[in-house]
């Protein structure tokens, strides 16, 4: 998902051009609008974007001006230029300061699709570029981590898997410098590298690249763009560790898998309630101690450690994107003992709730 902020002096046009890349799918949302390019730098200050589509003839600061400015202060961000000049002038002007494209007006939807692929597609390569150079300089010195994750995939133990995306997302982050537009690309090259280290066993992963999962609001303010960028790259690596599982598991008896599948599928739709074991496993259609020791075999995990993986990370998601108080999370979850609740928090996360959210949000 691409965040765009659109900057034209006159009302209709900057309300059209809203409509217009709102038109081209999900990967685009409008964050914001300007009505010049001093407006545009104020806004910048305050909120993110990736993506500047803006005219060329404003008062106050003019749309190549505000380019220039706009590399220099937000270098990770891509200008379009939009103008009714078709002049040639403007457009070498434009490109020199670094616009992607520059489009006339009136503005053809089909225009500006193809220049807002451009600029998207621009935005990813280079990410993906500065992403392959800071792990080819910081892999050497971080093999150890590398061999865990390799490990535990293959052997099926999930148990750790949360302290160990925490972990990896740590470690990234430090390589970033600050520069937290890199996480996602991180992410989804150290699970490459993980992939790759598996197909030397002949155990062939197919990841996807996916979207962020956002913040449910197109505007992310300044403050909260570690904990926004935090959040993506957490669910990267765990959707990539999930790919990376099921592909080292493939080779399982299928009637077995389908069975435990049942099993974990019950267990995901009741966690809250208070689970037997028994009742588990006549969802497998297996005797209890059978299901318990297949269970344990094929996914690393005990029953109760899959309970508990399953209210954990619930609970995680309620912590960080509800208002919720920790009794209330602690019983939606499945704990009627809060304090217990928090004990089992820490003993999962190596944190305790309020520890977590405070540095997720750090």
Request: charged letters at 30%.
């Amino acid at each position: 998902m691409q965040r765009v902020l659109v900057v034209d002096d006159e009302h209709l046009i900057r309300s059209s051009l809203c409509k217009k890349i709102t038109e081209l799918g999900p990967q685009f949302i409008v964050s914001g609008t300007a009505e010049n390019g001093k407006e545009a730098l104020e806004w910048l200050e305050t909120y993110y974007a990736d993506i500047c589509v803006t005219d060329v003839s404003m008062p106050l600061m003019n749309g190549l001006d505000l380019i220039e400015l706009v590399k220099r202060r937000f270098p990770w961000m891509h200008c379009v230029i939009v103008s009714s000049y078709d002049d040639f002038n403007y457009v070498r002007q434009a490109l020199q300061h670094g616009a992607i494209d520059y489009i006339l007006k009136p503005i053809e939807q089909e225009t500006l699709a193809e220049a807002m692929l451009k600029a998207a597609d621009r935005l990813r390569r280079e990410r993906e570029d500065r992403a392959r150079k800071l792990l080819l300089q910081h892999l050497p010195h971080h093999r150890k981590l590398l061999e865990h994750w390799v490990t535990r995939m293959k052997l099926g133990e999930l148990s750790n898997l949360p302290l160990l995306v925490v972990e990896t997302l740590e470690t990234l982050e430090m390589w970033t410098e600050e520069c937290l537009d890199l996480l996602m690309s991180l992410s989804f090259g150290w699970l490459e590298i993980v992939a790759e280290e598996l197909s030397r066993d002949r155990i062939e992963v197919q990841l996807e690249e996916g979207e962020d999962i956002g913040l449910g609001d197109a505007l992310i303010a300044k403050g909260k763009l570690r904990f926004y960028f935090r959040l993506c790259a957490v669910r990267r690596l765990e959707e990539g560790a999930a790919a990376v599982y099921r592909a080292c598991k493939a080779t399982q008896d299928q009637p077995t898998r389908k069975a435990l599948e049942d099993a974990k599928q019950y267990i995901r739709a009741n966690y809250a309630t208070k689970l037997s074991l028994q009742e588990i496993a006549e969802q497998a259609t297996m005797s209890r101690s059978y299901f318990a020791n297949v269970f344990k075999q094929e996914t690393g995990m005990t029953v109760w450690n899959y309970i508990t993986s399953v209210r954990m990370d619930e609970a995680r998601k309620l912590l960080m994107q509800s208002p919720m108080k920790m009794y209330e999370i602690a019983k939606e979850v499945g704990y009627e003992n809060s304090v217990y609740f928090t004990q089992t928090f820490k003993e999962y996360y190596g944190l305790t709730p309020a520890e977590y959210k405070k540095r997720m949000e750090a």
